[in-house]
């Protein structure tokens, strides 16, 4: 069944492709390859330069209005492009811009009370045990070895 229409489809292809080429001949170079009452009102050929020129002009006008219009539209479609991206920024890009920066300031509080109540801390207690090793180091002479050198015998 599937060969059938397949059949049936290109021979209604190649009756229209005919048609549409008997319709060019006999339109444009006079040639009789369609009956005349097939198309009764058929249009000659031009037979001047200036009615090539006229047709050519005529066709020229309709394609720019045809572009004028596509402009037309296309710039209708960008300026409701350019609308609807706003508003999207407006409904849904501002408010998560306003809920990140909450959240950088939660970070920037949660760092600088780390760094108060955790590091300053071990940093004072790391900078008095340096400071008390110094200076028991320049009272007495300590071995090397108290003042962080694993070596015996050798001093810094």
Known sequence: MRFFWTVVSAAILLLLGYLVLAWIVDGYFGG????????PDSWDAPDSWAEWRDIVIVFGGI????????ICVLLAALVFLVFTLRRILERNVAPAVDSLKDSLDNVRGTTEFAGET???PIIRVYSVVRGVRAGIGAVTNFPSRVRGNRRRGRRR
């Open 32 to 39: 009789n390859i369609a009956p005349s009452w097939l198309e």
């Open 63 to 70: 394609f720019a209005a045809l572009a004028l219009l596509l």
């Open 118 to 120: 955790v590091v300053s």
